[in-house]
């Protein structure tokens, strides 16, 4: 079975850069049509942060995050990037990667099946 194993995460200042980098061990990513990246921050519900169809290369983006973040593939090194730029505080969270089958709806959580253990991502001012 695919596992999702997300790196990259950090402590850093606002205004700083981070590229989350999210590796499929035990299978390829190409077995999904989908992934994306979500975030839960203490006391909040998981939200969607950005997603990219595996084949076609599209990608969808939260408008919080729209124009800082950047979600891109590579298919030969079976991972996943989140390049985080202009961070600031409200970023702060928890980062997820996964992934699913169909390329609808893809900032509804529910519809993805395989999930990474996530990595942290603390901005201060």
């Known amino acids: 079975q695919v596992q999702l194993v997300e790196s990259g995460g950090g402590s850093v200042q606002a205004g700083d850069s981070l590229r989350l980098s999210c590796l499929a061990s035990?299978?390829?990513?190409?077995?999904?049509?989908?992934v994306g990246w979500f975030r839960q921050a203490p006391g909040k519900e998981r939200e969607f942060v950005a997603a990219?169809?595996?084949?076609?290369?599209?990608?969808y983006y939260a408008d919080s995050v729209k124009g800082r973040f950047t979600v891109s593939r590579d298919n030969a090194k079976n991972t996943v990037y989140l390049q985080m730029n202009s961070l600031n505080p409200e970023d702060t969270a928890v980062y997820y990667c996964?992934?699913?089958?169909?390329?609808?709806?893809?900032?509804?959580?529910?519809?993805?099946?395989?999930w990474g253990q996530g990595t942290q991502v603390t901005v201060s001012s």
């Open positions: 990219v169809a595996w084949s076609l290369g599209s990608t």
């Open positions: 996964s992934a699913k089958n169909g390329v609808t709806s893809a900032a509804r959580a529910s519809r993805y099946d395989s």
């Open positions: 035990g299978g390829s990513l190409s077995i999904y049509s989908m």
